[in-house]
């Protein structure tokens, strides 16, 4: 699975961005997704997963309430739709695949895209 994030950009804090993961050469329908970011000095974080069928989705307590997963299989594409954004989500965001659904943790992925950088200015 070739997966590919964009979206990202520079935004002031209080603003929005929405971030895709398209895939290619197979189609995301069957692959629960989730969205990572990794920024300077921590660890890679899992924001946020969603099932298969779309009817489960998961969210790290730092965007709960803020970001909303969403898919639309027609388009093979996973959003991220973030809302006001702060300095601190400040990071490279990642979109991962995998066949089989699990916790929204790194280890549950085999498929990783390319990051596409968020930066949120103060």
């Known amino acids: 699975v070739q997966l590919q994030a964009s979206g990202g950009g520079l935004v002031q804090a209080g603003g929005s961005l929405r971030l895709s993961c398209t895939a290619s050469?197979?189609?995301?329908?069957?692959?629960?997704v989730g969205w990572f970011r990794h920024s300077p000095g921590k660890g890679r974080e899992g924001i946020s997963c969603?099932?298969?069928?779309?009817?489960?989705?998961d969210y790290a307590d730092s965007v709960k309430g803020r970001f909303i997963i969403s898919r639309d299989n027609a388009q093979n594409t996973v959003y991220l739709q973030m809302n006001r954004l702060k300095p601190e989500d400040t990071a490279v965001y990642y979109c991962?695949?995998?066949?089989?659904?699990?916790?929204?943790?790194?280890?549950?992925?085999?498929?990783w895209g390319q990051g596409t950088l968020v930066t949120v200015s103060s």
């Open positions: 969603i099932t298969s069928s779309g009817g489960a989705t």
């Open positions: 991962a695949a995998d066949i089989v659904a699990g916790w929204c943790e790194e280890s549950d992925f085999d498929a």
């Open positions: 050469g197979v189609s995301l329908d069957n692959y629960y």
